[in-house]
């Protein structure tokens, strides 16, 4: 079984930076595709951004040229750096372990109901 377990977030100020890393345990095989996810109460969960087995990676509009996703595919960690934070980018934010063979957006569309994993989340608070 796949269990995800998030880590790095906080308070800043807006154009301060966080670095939220997720740790997969669990597989039996280095490297998984994944993506970051988050939720505000009372609003949409918003894909944030997504990366494959390749490094092949997607972000949403909001975030583009700020955040920035990677992997260590032999310690089977994500990492995803974000940059000029905004109050707006205040939210629980959840890893997620996407089955590698998902056709549809990752981001928009992810499969909820067969993820490999949905980490319990990491918040992050930016303040003005």
């Known amino acids: 079984q796949v269990h995800l377990s998030e880590s790095g977030g906080g308070s800043v100020q807006s154009g301060g930076s966080l670095r939220l890393v997720c740790v997969a345990s669990?597989?039996?095989?280095?490297?998984?595709?994944s993506g970051w996810y988050r939720q505000v109460a009372g609003k949409e969960r918003e894909g944030v951004a997504s990366?494959?087995?390749?490094?092949?990676?997607k972000y949403a509009g909001s975030v583009q040229g700020r955040f920035t996703i990677s992997q260590d595919n032999a310690k089977n960690t994500v990492t995803l750096q974000m940059n000029s934070l905004k109050p707006e980018d205040s939210a629980m934010y959840h890893c997620?372990?996407?089955?590698?063979?998902?056709?549809?957006?990752?981001?928009?569309?992810?499969?909820?109901?067969?993820?490999?994993?949905w980490g319990q989340g990491t918040l992050v608070s930016v303040s003005s």
């Open positions: 997620a372990a996407i089955p590698c063979y998902y056709a549809g957006d990752w981001l928009r569309d992810p499969p909820l109901n067969y993820l490999d994993a």
């Open positions: 669990g597989y039996t095989h280095p490297g998984f595709c």
């Open positions: 990366i494959d087995k390749n490094g092949a990676t």
